[in-house]
C-alpha cells in the first residue's frame, strides 16, 4: 500500500515537472525513484501506466525514437488493460505524436542572478523568503 501511494505521487510531481518545462526533472525522477520502486515492488498493476508516462516524458525531452520504442513495448500489454487504461494508452500515444510535429516549450533553466543578492533581500525566485533562507543557502 505504501510503495503504490509512492508512485502515485511521484507520478503527480512528474506532471507537475512537465507542466512547468523541466522535462528533465521529470526524467529524472521517474528514472531514479518511481520506475525503480514499481519495478523492485514487482507492482505489474502500475507498469505500464508508469512505463507509457516515461515515454511521454522522452518525448517531450526530444527523444522521440526511444519514446515509441517503450511505446511499442507496451503494445503487446493493451488488449490486458481495463478500456479506461486501453484509452489513456491510447492518448498517450497520440501525445507523444504531437510532440514530435510540434515541440514543446523549452526546457526551463534556473534563473541567472542579475546581481549579487543581499543576505536579507527578497529572493529572486518569487517564494516571498529572504535570500538566505531559499536559494542563498544553496549558494
Not at 6 to 11: F, I, S, T
Not at 46 to 71: F, K, N, W
Not at 74 to 99: M, T, W
Request: proline share 6%.
Amino acid at each position: 500500500m505504501r510503495s503504490t501511494s509512492y508512485v502515485r505521487v511521484g507520478q503527480d510531481y512528474v506532471d507537475e515537472f512537465v507542466a512547468r518545462h523541466d522535462y528533465i526533472g521529470a526524467r529524472d525522477l521517474l528514472e531514479r525513484n518511481v520506475l525503480p520502486t514499481v519495478i523492485k515492488q514487482k507492482m505489474v498493476s502500475r507498469i505500464v501506466p508508469v512505463r507509457s508516462q516515461y515515454a511521454v516524458v522522452l518525448a517531450y525531452c526530444g527523444d522521440h525514437e526511444t519514446a515509441a520504442a517503450e511505446m511499442e513495448k507496451l503494445a503487446y500489454y493493451e488488449s490486458g488493460l481495463s478500456p479506461d487504461g486501453q484509452h489513456r494508452l491510447r492518448e498517450q500515444r497520440r501525445l507523444i505524436a504531437r510532440i514530435r510535429k510540434n515541440p514543446p516549450p523549452p526546457q526551463w533553466r534556473f534563473p541567472v542572478l542579475p546581481r549579487k543578492m543581499g543576505r536579507n533581500e527578497r529572493c529572486y525566485c518569487g517564494s516571498g523568503k529572504k535570500f538566505k533562507r531559499c536559494h542563498g543557502m544553496r549558494a
